[in-house]
T-cell receptor
Framework: AQSVAQPEDQVNVAEGNPLTVKCTYS??????LFWYVQYPNRGLQFLLK??????LVKGSYGFEAEFNKSQTSFHLKKPSALVSDSALYFC????????????FGKGNQVVVIP | GAVVSQHPSWVICKSGTSVKIECRSL??????MFWYRQFPKQSLMLMAT?????????EQGVEKDKFLINHASLTLSTLTVTSAHPEDSSFYIC??????????????FGPGTRLTVL
């Protein structure tokens, strides 16, 4: 069975400081990895994905994520957080082949303090 | 990028009535659409997977007679909450997967529908 862990409930960071949102996963094989962001009462917006190749993936709004196969992690990072980055962030995995369904982590609320 | 719309964006209904939510892929064809339910400050829970022209596949614990899903075309799937009750109040999100293969099979999410049952 596939599972995604986002260990922190809420991440607080001062504006301008680096932001990290952690994600680890348990999936057989080499899954596809995703990050999505959700603003209040809105659907999910795609940030970035890892398919293959370079372990550092760059995405929308200045976000990036690093795939670490040995640690089965895919942490989301942004060098300098903005107040507008305050939102709910979801990590998701999808196995290659099989049922192709996304499995989501529980989400992390990010609060960027002005 | 591909756009998925949902209608309505919010709905309030009386207990016992049925509510239909539409999910459309606006600029691509989607052979597969997914319906999720999200409770406040929680993750998305997959309810069912809908394939065009065939019956939906429901996740364990989801009542198929309660949540009717129809995927009549490559751009439209509907979720009907039948005989709604207050405990059905939630945020319902659909997503559509663009037809393709391998890495191009991405899911695009709708903006969600807030259902409140009085």
């Amino acid at each position: 069975a596939q599972s995604v862990a986002q260990p922190e409930d809420q991440v607080n960071v001062a504006e301008g400081n680096p932001l990290t949102v952690k994600c680890t996963y348990s999936v057989s094989g080499n899954p596809y990895l995703f990050w999505y962001v959700q603003y209040p009462n809105r659907g999910l917006q795609f940030l970035l994905k890892y398919i293959t190749g370079d372990n550092l993936v760059k995405g929308s709004y200045g976000f990036e994520a690093e795939f670490n196969k040995s640690q089965t992690s895919f942490h989301l990072k942004k060098p300098s957080a903005l107040v507008s980055d305050s939102a709910l962030y979801f990590c998701a995995v999808r196995p290659r082949g099989g049922n192709n369904r996304l499995a989501f982590g529980k989400g992390n609320q990010v609060v960027v303090i002005p | 990028g591909a756009v998925v719309s949902q209608h309505p964006s919010w709905v309030i209904c009386k207990s016992g009535t049925s509510v239909k939510i539409e999910c459309r892929s606006l600029d691509f064809q989607a052979t597969t659409m997914f319906w999720y339910r999200q409770f406040p400050k929680q993750s998305l829970m997959l309810m069912a997977t809908s394939n065009e022209g065939s019956k939906a596949t429901y996740e364990q614990g989801v009542e198929k007679d309660k949540f009717l899903i129809n995927h009549a075309s490559l751009t439209l799937s509907t979720l009907t909450v039948t005989s709604a009750h207050p405990e059905d109040s939630s945020f319902y999100i659909c997503s559509a997967r663009e037809s393709g293969s391998g890495a191009r099979d991405e899911q695009f999410f709708g903006p969600g529908t807030r259902l409140t049952v009085l």
